[in-house]
């Protein structure tokens, strides 16, 4: 059984906020990826003196995004097609909506890193459904 072996990814990096008028500002953004949640990733971005705000998305989703157009819905990853090296992270929420711009190569080693902890099309081993499910019942859903 896997469970002994999880692991951990973290990252820091920075996102740049690119803002209606076109200005752009450096957001610090930690990624990490745990094999007990082995399909997604979550992202804090620290957004000064208000703190952070979290986001969950799919690892698969920003593996996509990193090569093609991806995601519906709150959030879409794409190549930036007149800048190689450049990924677009879009997250849209009732409270608004905001556009980054990602070093790729950064994302690349990040996707890469979580591979080595849990390869693509291994996740469902990593999975505990016992745990999950009881986990579920306990928020009364």
């Excluded at 390869?119 to 928020?139: I, Y």
Aim: hydrophobic share 45%; glycine share 8%; aromatic share 6%.
């Amino acid at each position: 059984m896997m469970a002994n072996d999880h692991g951990t990814v973290l990252a820091t990096m920075i996102f740049n906020l690119v803002a209606p008028a076109g200005v752009i500002a450096p957001v610090g953004v930690e990624l990490r990826y745990d094999s007990r949640n082995p399909y997604e990733i979550s992202m804090k971005l620290n957004v000064g003196a208000d703190g952070q705000v979290d986001w969950v998305i799919a690892r698969d989703l920003l593996a996509d995004g990193l090569i093609a157009e991806a995601g519906e819905g709150d959030v879409r990853i794409r190549p930036r097609l007149d800048s190689s090296g450049v990924v677009v992270i879009e997250l849209s929420s009732p409270s608004g909506q905001a556009s980054f711009e990602v070093d790729a190569d950064q994302l690349v080693d990040f996707v890469n890193d979580t591979y080595d902890v849990v390869a693509p099309g291994d996740e469902h081993r990593w999975m505990n459904v016992d745990e999950v499910l009881s986990r579920l019942l306990s928020h009364n859903l």
